[in-house]
């Protein structure tokens, strides 16, 4: 790598390393507001606020009933990853291991929900499982979160199941295994990693995702960040401290998960959205 | 006798499953079969569905009711204009400032302590990302103290509630997102490249002119397509961190309240799918403009 | 011929170090190359010889020492200001120019006008003899043809120095020969001044004026080809060279120019090429094509046979002593596979060395 030592080359160095700099100090301090407010007693007006209670917590988990918006969120999720591990790991090996007729438009298929954003496929679904009166449940909070989640799963694990010689799992049927021990001793093993990852990535994004839910959440079924959104929809009603204590429950929730999935995927994965599509 | 009864099994052809079989279609090929039900069922029918409904309007009218009704009130078509005004230069301000430094982080050793803080506002979703600007960029927030106290400003910028929150809420979700997919592009051109041009003579600025940016510019169409949809389709911090019922009036607030508050479903179908043409229209024009350049593997030698 | 190379009369490595962190990829490599010269710099992976050529080019800036070209003092300018033409081992071709744009770009980046880029490339694409394949892109070549674009355009821009960096490493065996004699043909028509990496003997003894031999970023030995295959200065270059025969023993007596060492209670006597005194441990390394199956007598030591090849006009074996010693051997008669037999080879071939100092030193 050739690294320039000219004054324009460390000039311009220090320029982009300023940008950087003046990015994360900003999103640092943006999330620093928010925690410093919700251990707030009264914050108007200065640098730090006049004194510091937990108080807002209490009131927040109460006045928003987070209790019953974490359970529904950890539902919605665990069904969307448990159903979207089997939809999309299942057709993801019949496509890296199979070629047959339709399956190029078959993948693009699946690319579209990525490719396409929510806003826009999310009003006719919407429309649609109104009419069905599946919005506002339970279920159908699920359904629309499954929409761009199989997908994603499909497209993480079509090239990790690529990478497994098909040679492996011929040698397990001369060696006697049928179908079911050569998925359980063979093939769940090697796949492992890749479901492991696809799904950590799959729960990171629902729980953040929002317009979906939004779009078909009733009452008693919207996550946790549509509660936030309709929270901060409505300020004046609340205090200010309260809303930004349930903004901290819902950064500690995701970031649990984050650094857990941070540990089996790199960062980068969570926005390239596994393969690109071919150029 | 085995000979005949072997014969007629012959005339009889493969059976149905041998058929399918020849033409790849086998009990591995069937695993597909319910993911693509779904796809049919929550995708492909909402979708054509929604499209239907658009040429069936809710108050009567021929079957362009809707689409004439949009063009003619500038309340709705200037949603279109607003949501441009936001996407297209958030966008170009996000690609133009994850180049140069995705190009210094490559050179980086520990890459992933920043791609990490860089992922948190993505993860963290725009409904965070707007409660958090709300405050910070706020009358009484910390950057308007901060600049207050550099004497940089006499009374506090108004940021927030207006086209500025949006459009920082935009870059703060969007230029990590940018950046790690131009990392990516970057770093997958083998710098063998751009040892051969140094030595060839070429200088820093040319290396990246005649080398590097002739080999990105397929990878940064993606990107700016990519990065475009989703500054497109912005709704929360619109909503929370603009003026919705002003210039940060974006499309989807127009297809949402439509929709859902007026509960003219034809109508906000009718609006989301001018939103999907505008957004395919800019996409295709960006990826046509990919066929003038080089497209295969970066890299200096094949396979 | 046109192509005319820029003139000077050495380039001089002064002392040249590079250190990655704490470990020395280079210490103190000192060397002149002269006009013309045609250079190998031959060692085993990892012995800095990329490393060495890597910092000529600027492509890794020196920790210690200097490199002049004459009077000038290059290790502090840029790879673009230095003007030197390097082949990259994996051609490094740029995928999206086309053949005649890839030779072309060393002196479209130094602003030439376009007729006289246009006359040079034409003469670099007929002596590397690429002619109708101007327009194609590198990802439509053959590996051959790439080799050849990336001679050319290291060459188009008149350098002073030629580096090439393990630049038939990618082609299959037949293809390696073949380009190995174009290099040799280029080189003699230009007379460019070259300065060739590689980790195989063969194309090295083949293709350089002189050799260096680079092991743990130490040069062991400069010489002609000649010089080092047959009287290498340490047992590792010995090694290097083919002597595949290493037999351990304890030398027992200095006669003049001959060495005796005891090997197995053989008398094994040879030339010395290092330093030994009596009584000390000493290594004995004969090429497997010296050692013949003979009779018991001076200079023979008794083994057992493991393996016997037949390899066309005669036999190559392998075979083991009672101490545990291997050898490889060629014979004209086949041995039958555990018999027991006595390799011999005559004084002049077999070279004694000191115990090789373990590790980095």
Same mark, same amino acid.
């Given at each position: 790598m050739i690294r320039d030592t000219t004054l324009g080359a460390r000039l311009w160095a220090a320029a982009v390393w300023t940008t950087v700099g003046f990015f994360v100090i900003n999103l640092i301090a943006m999330i620093a507001t928010v925690v410093t407010s919700s251990f707030a007693t009264r914050w108007l007006g200065t640098w730090l606020p006049a004194g510091w209670t937990t108080r807002w917590y209490t009131s927040a988990w109460s006045e928003f009933q987070l209790w019953d918006v974490l359970i529904v969120t950890f539902q919605v999720i665990g069904a969307v990853v448990v159903i979207s591990g089997v939809l999309g790991v299942t057709a993801a090996y019949a496509l890296a291991r199979r070629e047959f007729r339709g399956k190029r438009l078959l993948v693009l298929l699946f690319l579209l929900p990525l490719m396409i954003p929510s806003m826009t496929f999310g009003i006719p679904l919407a429309t649609v499982l109104y009419r069905t009166g599946l919005a506002g449940t339970f279920w159908g909070v699920v359904a629309a979160n499954l929409v761009p989640t199989v997908p994603f799963v499909i497209l993480v694990m079509i090239p990790f199941i690529e990478q497994i010689d098909p040679k492996v799992e011929a040698a397990a049927r001369v060696f006697g295994a049928n179908t079911f021990k050569l998925f359980l001793y063979v093939l769940l093993p090697l796949l492992l990693p890749g479901i492991l990852a696809a799904l950590l990535l799959v729960l990171v994004r629902t729980i953040a995702m929002f317009e979906l839910t939004f779009l078909v959440a009733g009452p008693t079924s919207q996550t946790l960040v549509v509660a936030l959104y309709y929270a901060v929809f409505a300020a004046g009603v609340r205090a200010v401290q309260s809303i930004d204590a349930m903004a901290v429950i819902y950064m500690v929730t995701t970031l649990i998960w984050l650094i857990i999935a941070l540990r089996f995927v790199n960062p980068t994965q969570i926005v390239t959205r596994a393969k690109q599509p071919a150029h | 006798m085995d000979a005949v009864a072997h014969a007629s099994a012959v005339e009889q052809g493969p059976n149905l499953r041998q058929r399918l079989a020849a033409r790849g279609f086998d009990a591995v090929t069937l695993l597909v079969v319910p993911a693509a039900i779904f796809s049919l069922l929550l995708f492909v029918y909402p979708f054509a569905f929604g499209f239907v409904l658009s040429f069936e309007p809710k108050a009567g009218g021929d079957w362009l009711a809707n689409y004439r009704r949009f063009f003619s009130d500038p309340f709705l078509y200037e949603t279109i204009a607003n949501t441009l005004w936001l996407a297209i230069p958030v966008t170009l301000v996000n690609l133009l400032l994850a180049v140069p430094i995705a190009f210094r982080v490559r050179l980086m050793r520990n890459q992933r302590l920043l791609t990490t803080i860089l992922v948190l506002p993505i993860t963290l979703g725009t409904v965070l990302v707007a409660e958090g600007l709300l405050n910070y960029l706020g009358p009484q927030g910390w950057f308007n103290r901060t600049l207050m106290t550099f004497g940089l400003i006499s009374q506090p910028l108004k940021l927030v509630h207006n086209y500025w929150g949006v459009f920082a809420s935009l870059v703060i979700t969007g230029f990590p997102f940018t950046f790690l997919l131009t990392l990516s592009y970057v770093t997958g051109i083998d710098p063998a490249l751009e040892q051969a041009a140094a030595t060839l003579g070429a200088s820093a600025w040319q290396r990246f002119r005649h080398v590097y940016l002739p080999l990105l510019m397929p990878g940064l169409a993606i990107t700016f397509c990519l990065s475009f949809v989703q500054a497109f389709s912005v709704f929360p911090s619109a909503v929370l961190l603009g003026e919705p019922a002003g210039s940060t009036r974006v499309i989807s607030i127009a297809a949402a309240q439509a929709a859902f +508050? +007026?509960?003219d479903y034809s109508m906000g179908s009718a609006i989301a799918m001018i939103m999907g043409l505008v957004q395919l229209g800019i996409v295709v024009a960006v990826l046509a403009s990919r066929g003038l350049f080089y497209r295969g593997p970066a890299s200096g030698a094949k396979g | 011929m046109t192509i005319a190379l820029s003139q000077f009369d050495e380039v001089r490595l002064d002392r040249v170090s590079r250190d990655f962190g704490a470990l020395n990829a280079l210490r103190d490599v000192s060397l002149t190359i002269r006009r013309g010269e045609f250079i190998a710099l031959l060692g085993p992976s990892g012995c800095g010889k990329s490393t060495t050529l890597n910092c000529i080019a600027g492509l890794l800036p020196v920790t210690g020492g200097a490199i002049w070209l004459d009077k000038n003092r290059v290790d502090t300018l840029r790879p673009e200001e230095r003007g030197f033409g390097m082949v990259f081992q994996n051609y490094?071709?740029?995928?999206?120019?086309?053949v005649r744009q890839n030779i072309g770009f060393g002196l479209k980046m130094r602003g030439r006008p376009k007729a006289e880029i246009d006359r040079k490339v034409d003469e670099a694409l007929n002596l590397v003899r690429l002619q109708g394949q101007e327009n194609k892109l590198p990802g439509q070549l053959s590996g051959g043809q790439q080799q050849r674009v990336a001679i050319a355009r290291a060459i188009v821009i008149e350098p002073p120095l030629v580096l090439m960096d393990e630049p038939l490493s990618n082609l299959d065996a037949k293809l390696r020969i073949e380009m190995r004699a174009e290099i040799r043909r280029i080189h003699n028509e230009l007379g460019a001044t070259t300065i060739y990496v590689t980790h195989d003997q063969d194309e090295a003894l083949s293709l350089a004026d002189r050799i260096v031999v680079l092991r743990d970023g130490v040069v062991r030995q400069v010489g002609a080809p000649k010089e080092l295959y047959e009287t290498p200065a340490h047992f590792d270059v010995a090694d290097f060279m083919g002597f595949r025969n290493k037999l351990k023993g304890k030398v027992v007596a200095i006669e003049g120019d001959r060495t005796i060492l005891d090997v197995e209670g053989a008398r094994i006597s040879g030339v010395a090429r290092e330093r030994v005194s009596v009584g000390s441990t000493g290594y004995a390394a004969i090429r497997s094509d010296d050692l013949e199956v003979g009779e018991a007598g001076p200079n023979a030591i008794a083994a057992t046979v493991d393996t016997i090849e037949y390899r066309g006009r005669e036999f190559v074996g392998t075979a083991h002593s009672a101490g545990g010693l291997d050898f490889v051997f060629r014979s004209h008669v086949s041995v039958e596979p555990g018999s027991r037999i006595h390799l011999r080879t005559e004084d002049k071939r077999i070279l004694v060395f000191a115990e090789p100092v373990q590790g980095r030193q």
């Amino acid at each position: 790598m050739i690294r320039d030592t000219t004054l324009g080359a460390r000039l311009w160095a220090a320029a982009v390393w300023t940008t950087v700099g003046f990015f994360v100090i900003n999103l640092i301090a943006m999330i620093a507001t928010v925690v410093t407010s919700s251990f707030a007693t009264r914050w108007l007006g200065t640098w730090l606020p006049a004194g510091w209670t937990t108080r807002w917590y209490t009131s927040a988990w109460s006045e928003f009933q987070l209790w019953d918006v974490l359970i529904v969120t950890f539902q919605v999720i665990g069904a969307v990853v448990v159903i979207s591990g089997v939809l999309g790991v299942t057709a993801a090996y019949a496509l890296a291991r199979r070629e047959f007729r339709g399956k190029r438009l078959l993948v693009l298929l699946f690319l579209l929900p990525l490719m396409i954003p929510s806003m826009t496929f999310g009003i006719p679904l919407a429309t649609v499982l109104y009419r069905t009166g599946l919005a506002g449940t339970f279920w159908g909070v699920v359904a629309a979160n499954l929409v761009p989640t199989v997908p994603f799963v499909i497209l993480v694990m079509i090239p990790f199941i690529e990478q497994i010689d098909p040679k492996v799992e011929a040698a397990a049927r001369v060696f006697g295994a049928n179908t079911f021990k050569l998925f359980l001793y063979v093939l769940l093993p090697l796949l492992l990693p890749g479901i492991l990852a696809a799904l950590l990535l799959v729960l990171v994004r629902t729980i953040a995702m929002f317009e979906l839910t939004f779009l078909v959440a009733g009452p008693t079924s919207q996550t946790l960040v549509v509660a936030l959104y309709y929270a901060v929809f409505a300020a004046g009603v609340r205090a200010v401290q309260s809303i930004d204590a349930m903004a901290v429950i819902y950064m500690v929730t995701t970031l649990i998960w984050l650094i857990i999935a941070l540990r089996f995927v790199n960062p980068t994965q969570i926005v390239t959205r596994a393969k690109q599509p071919a150029h | 006798m085995d000979a005949v009864a072997h014969a007629s099994a012959v005339e009889q052809g493969p059976n149905l499953r041998q058929r399918l079989a020849a033409r790849g279609f086998d009990a591995v090929t069937l695993l597909v079969v319910p993911a693509a039900i779904f796809s049919l069922l929550l995708f492909v029918y909402p979708f054509a569905f929604g499209f239907v409904l658009s040429f069936e309007p809710k108050a009567g009218g021929d079957w362009l009711a809707n689409y004439r009704r949009f063009f003619s009130d500038p309340f709705l078509y200037e949603t279109i204009a607003n949501t441009l005004w936001l996407a297209i230069p958030v966008t170009l301000v996000n690609l133009l400032l994850a180049v140069p430094i995705a190009f210094r982080v490559r050179l980086m050793r520990n890459q992933r302590l920043l791609t990490t803080i860089l992922v948190l506002p993505i993860t963290l979703g725009t409904v965070l990302v707007a409660e958090g600007l709300l405050n910070y960029l706020g009358p009484q927030g910390w950057f308007n103290r901060t600049l207050m106290t550099f004497g940089l400003i006499s009374q506090p910028l108004k940021l927030v509630h207006n086209y500025w929150g949006v459009f920082a809420s935009l870059v703060i979700t969007g230029f990590p997102f940018t950046f790690l997919l131009t990392l990516s592009y970057v770093t997958g051109i083998d710098p063998a490249l751009e040892q051969a041009a140094a030595t060839l003579g070429a200088s820093a600025w040319q290396r990246f002119r005649h080398v590097y940016l002739p080999l990105l510019m397929p990878g940064l169409a993606i990107t700016f397509c990519l990065s475009f949809v989703q500054a497109f389709s912005v709704f929360p911090s619109a909503v929370l961190l603009g003026e919705p019922a002003g210039s940060t009036r974006v499309i989807s607030i127009a297809a949402a309240q439509a929709a859902f +508050e +007026e509960y003219d479903y034809s109508m906000g179908s009718a609006i989301a799918m001018i939103m999907g043409l505008v957004q395919l229209g800019i996409v295709v024009a960006v990826l046509a403009s990919r066929g003038l350049f080089y497209r295969g593997p970066a890299s200096g030698a094949k396979g | 011929m046109t192509i005319a190379l820029s003139q000077f009369d050495e380039v001089r490595l002064d002392r040249v170090s590079r250190d990655f962190g704490a470990l020395n990829a280079l210490r103190d490599v000192s060397l002149t190359i002269r006009r013309g010269e045609f250079i190998a710099l031959l060692g085993p992976s990892g012995c800095g010889k990329s490393t060495t050529l890597n910092c000529i080019a600027g492509l890794l800036p020196v920790t210690g020492g200097a490199i002049w070209l004459d009077k000038n003092r290059v290790d502090t300018l840029r790879p673009e200001e230095r003007g030197f033409g390097m082949v990259f081992q994996n051609y490094a071709l740029f995928p999206h120019l086309n053949v005649r744009q890839n030779i072309g770009f060393g002196l479209k980046m130094r602003g030439r006008p376009k007729a006289e880029i246009d006359r040079k490339v034409d003469e670099a694409l007929n002596l590397v003899r690429l002619q109708g394949q101007e327009n194609k892109l590198p990802g439509q070549l053959s590996g051959g043809q790439q080799q050849r674009v990336a001679i050319a355009r290291a060459i188009v821009i008149e350098p002073p120095l030629v580096l090439m960096d393990e630049p038939l490493s990618n082609l299959d065996a037949k293809l390696r020969i073949e380009m190995r004699a174009e290099i040799r043909r280029i080189h003699n028509e230009l007379g460019a001044t070259t300065i060739y990496v590689t980790h195989d003997q063969d194309e090295a003894l083949s293709l350089a004026d002189r050799i260096v031999v680079l092991r743990d970023g130490v040069v062991r030995q400069v010489g002609a080809p000649k010089e080092l295959y047959e009287t290498p200065a340490h047992f590792d270059v010995a090694d290097f060279m083919g002597f595949r025969n290493k037999l351990k023993g304890k030398v027992v007596a200095i006669e003049g120019d001959r060495t005796i060492l005891d090997v197995e209670g053989a008398r094994i006597s040879g030339v010395a090429r290092e330093r030994v005194s009596v009584g000390s441990t000493g290594y004995a390394a004969i090429r497997s094509d010296d050692l013949e199956v003979g009779e018991a007598g001076p200079n023979a030591i008794a083994a057992t046979v493991d393996t016997i090849e037949y390899r066309g006009r005669e036999f190559v074996g392998t075979a083991h002593s009672a101490g545990g010693l291997d050898f490889v051997f060629r014979s004209h008669v086949s041995v039958e596979p555990g018999s027991r037999i006595h390799l011999r080879t005559e004084d002049k071939r077999i070279l004694v060395f000191a115990e090789p100092v373990q590790g980095r030193q």
